[in-house]
């Protein structure tokens, strides 16, 4: 089985598949907004855990089933998803170095300019209106993204001790 940085790549398919479940997983009306990007941020934690493994393509990938799921217009999270993947891609050796709190407020930059494209694209289709509540997910996303990076590296751990 393929190895890279302690984390095997069916383990990474299989948290980026729940993410996958995460984000679609129906909410109450008012808390949709609130919703953490989950297929961002499991993007973000493979692409900086193991860079050479995760990146564009697993972005394209789920952003299709995204995109299928949701009946989206076919491309769109793709396109979305694909830029975070690059965007991570770019950022990766200082992310790595930064404090949990550094690398809170990059994933708020990251999903945020993520989130503008796609609010962007969704408005050229006709899809929505403009607003700023579409940055909510991005800060829900930064203001969870300490404990959820602490827990898969504890994760990760005990899987390797094993």
Do not use: K, N
């Not at 690059?86 to 550094?102: E, K």
């Amino acid at each position: 089985m393929a190895r890279v940085s302690g984390i095997s790549l069916p383990a990474v398919w299989l948290a980026l598949l729940l993410a996958l479940c995460l984000q679609v997983m129906p909410l109450a009306e008012g808390w949709q907004m609130y919703r953490p990007d989950w297929l961002g941020l499991m993007l973000i934690y493979g692409c900086m855990r193991a860079p050479e493994r995760v990146g564009v393509l697993h972005g394209f990938v789920l952003g299709l089933l995204l995109d299928l799921i949701q009946g989206h217009v076919l491309g769109q999270s793709a396109l979305v998803l694909s830029l975070l993947g690059f965007l991570c891609a770019l950022v990766y050796p200082r992310f790595r170095r930064y404090s949990l709190l550094q690398q809170a407020v990059l994933v708020l930059v990251l999903l945020g300019i993520v989130q503008l494209l796609e609010q962007w694209v969704r408005t050229l289709w006709g899809d929505s209106a403009i607003h700023l509540a579409f940055l909510l997910p991005a800060v829900t996303s930064a203001l969870l993204w300490p404990w959820l990076a602490t827990l898969l590296r504890v994760l990760e751990g005990r899987r390797g001790s094993q």
